[in-house]
């Protein structure tokens, strides 16, 4: 048991305690009243929950910043990327190693959840591939959701591999580890991919994802069909309350009203799309018709960081550019509470009692704090590369006095360093 104690102010989503303490029970949920344990010190910190990054791609913390993928159209990016994981040779080793270095970077940066669409595979049911990312995060004590994608992959394949996945990998969908289907877009399979592993989430009970209205989704959907992404994914059954839909970059005041209607949800991911060029999602607009926003980072090979609280910031400091300003506090929302709609975990995301106990206590002592009038929205105006102090999980501390309690960071990172030179040839 633990009690995190001595903060200027806990947040948790639905209410603000200057001087507040969490109590974190055995079962590993925030406890009602007082519990007996570790004492946590807080002082000088503004706690919040968890935050849940709802849409990363792992393996490409092993693919960033490579020449020729920096602000080119997506058409281009998309096969540059695919020649420099060929090249590397994606496998159960590549995948535990990248997945390890983005998971590190996740807890040193507050993020407690983090859902993994991961795309590429290699032959195989992908069994092998799905543990190794579900044990890079056990070591390092950080929850997934490991979404079991599909770019261009057979159909019947795609669907008995996440079969096969769900059924290795099991275990409680409100616990550590959650599997959800997902494939990468309109731009890159089709309706059997779309259908059959519909069918997969169905048998299995799980989650859907995939990403639409992005650059070359839209692209590709009109020349291939003449259609809007949208309108295919709502023929194809994705247009469902089980649905979440990353990026939207380009849609319409129409494409927004059908979504919310569908009941679907949606993660922004400005810190990949601002950044390539690929647009700017209407996420305010999207929330005030009802949509239930998250966001996410997206994955190594277009945002380079996995710094969620950083990709915050940006949304909020783009929003006018789509719409309306948005608030420190909504934003923040969309980050843990809004995250967690979309992944199906009501219970993260918010610190009240009964919820998962996945904390950060952020630091605001430090002179990129002086000054500041409202710490909580000083998270995001003020310094944004910070590094939470602590950050629990399921009541269980993985990151003490900003460093990672299961593995020494300098190990996680020298691994896939070591691995990367070991593949790669001179000069690639």
């Not at 057979?154 to 008995?160: S, V």
């Not at 950083?310 to 923040?332: H, K, N, T």
């Amino acid at each position: 048991m633990l009690i995190v104690r001595g903060a200027e102010l806990v947040w948790t989503g639905s209410a603000e305690l200057p001087g507040g303490e969490i109590a974190c029970g055995p079962d590993g949920r925030v406890a009602a009243g007082p519990v007996e344990g570790e004492v946590l010190d807080a002082s000088g910190c503004v706690v919040t929950p968890g935050l849940v990054n709802a849409h990363h791609h792992l393996l490409q913390t092993a693919f960033r910043t490579l020449p020729g993928t920096r602000g080119v159209p997506m058409r281009d990016w998309l096969p540059r990327m695919a020649a420099a994981y060929a090249a590397v040779g994606v496998d159960d080793e590549l995948a535990h190693a990248a997945a390890a270095a983005g998971l590190a970077e996740a807890l040193l940066c507050g993020v407690t959840t983090v859902a993994d669409h991961h795309l590429t595979w290699p032959a195989g049911d992908g069994v092998g591939i799905a543990r190794a990312v579900v044990a890079a995060a056990g070591e390092l004590g950080a929850r997934l959701v490991f979404v079991r994608g599909s770019a261009r992959d057979d159909p019947q394949a795609a669907a008995a591999s996440a079969d096969a996945i769900a059924a290795a990998l099991g275990g409680d969908p409100t616990g550590m580890v959650q599997v959800a289907v997902g494939p990468a877009g309109v731009h890159s399979d089709g309706r059997e991919t779309f259908e059959l592993l519909g069918e997969v989430a169905r048998r299995q009970g799980l989650r859907r994802r995939t990403q639409a209205n992005e650059q070359v989704d839209v692209e590709v959907a009109a020349q291939r069909y003449g259609r809007r992404p949208l309108d295919l994914l709502d023929e194809w059954g994705w247009l469902a309350p089980d649905v979440t839909i990353a990026h939207l970059c380009d849609v319409s005041g129409d494409e927004i009203a059908r979504a919310a209607a569908a009941g679907v949800s949606a993660t922004h991911a400005p810190g990949c799309d601002v950044p390539m060029g690929w647009g700017v999602a209407p996420m305010a607009a999207l929330s005030d018709a009802g949509v239930p926003v998250g966001l996410g980072t997206s994955g190594g090979g277009s945002n380079d960081a996995g710094h969620l609280l950083a990709d915050a910031r940006l949304a909020m400091q783009v929003a006018p550019l789509s719409g309306r300003p948005v608030s420190a506090r909504e934003v923040l929302t969309w980050a843990t509470a809004g995250s967690a709609t979309g992944l199906g975990r009501p219970e993260l995301g918010r610190l009240d009692p009964g919820c998962t106990a996945d904390l950060a206590c952020w630091d605001v002592t430090g002179v990129a704090d002086a000054g500041v009038a409202d710490p909580l929205a000083g998270l995001l105006w003020a310094a944004p590369g910070r590094r939470p102090r602590h950050v629990v999980v399921g009541g269980r501390v993985v990151v003490r006095d900003g460093e990672l309690v299961g593995r020494p960071e300098r190990e996680v990172a020298g691994a896939l360093r070591t691995l990367l030179a070991g593949r790669r040839a001179p000069g690639a």
